[in-house]
C-alpha cells in the first residue's frame, strides 16, 4: 500500500515537472510536513523516502490518510480522483 502510494506520487511528479512545487505548500500541517526538501522538516523523518533529487515524501499515513493525500494531489495535477478517466485506488 505504501509503495504504491509512493509510485503514484512519483509518476505524478515525472509526467509534470511543476507538479511537486505546486503541490508542497499544501501539504504543511499543524504538526506535519509530508513533503520537503528536507527530511529533518517531517515529524517521521526516519520514513522519508527521496522522490526526486530535490524533494523528500513521508509516506507514513493511514490508509485513509493516503487517499486524503492522493486526492489533494489529483487536484493540483488536475486528474479526477475517482472517476472512470481519473485515479482509482484501493487500499
Same mark, same amino acid.
Given at each position: =500500500? ?7 506520487? *512519483? ?28 527530511? *529533518?522538516? =517531517? ?8 522522490? /526526486?533529487?530535490? +524533494? +523528500?515524501?513521508?509516506?507514513? /499515513? /493511514? /490508509? ?14 488536475? @486528474? ?8 482509482? @485506488?484501493?487500499?
Amino acid at each position: =500500500m505504501t509503495n504504491a502510494y509512493v509510485k503514484i506520487i *512519483e509518476i505524478l511528479a515525472d509526467k509534470d515537472k511543476d507538479f511537486i512545487a505546486r503541490l508542497a505548500p499544501k501539504t504543511k500541517g499543524k504538526k506535519r510536513q509530508w513533503l520537503s526538501r528536507n527530511p *529533518e522538516d =517531517m515529524v517521521n523523518s526516519k520514513w522519508a523516502r527521496k522522490i /526526486s533529487p530535490e +524533494w +523528500w515524501l513521508d509516506p507514513h /499515513s /493511514s /490508509s485513509e490518510g493516503k487517499i486524503k493525500r492522493l486526492k489533494l494531489a489529483c487536484e493540483v495535477a488536475e @486528474i479526477p480522483f475517482g472517476k472512470p478517466r481519473g485515479l482509482k @485506488i484501493v487500499f
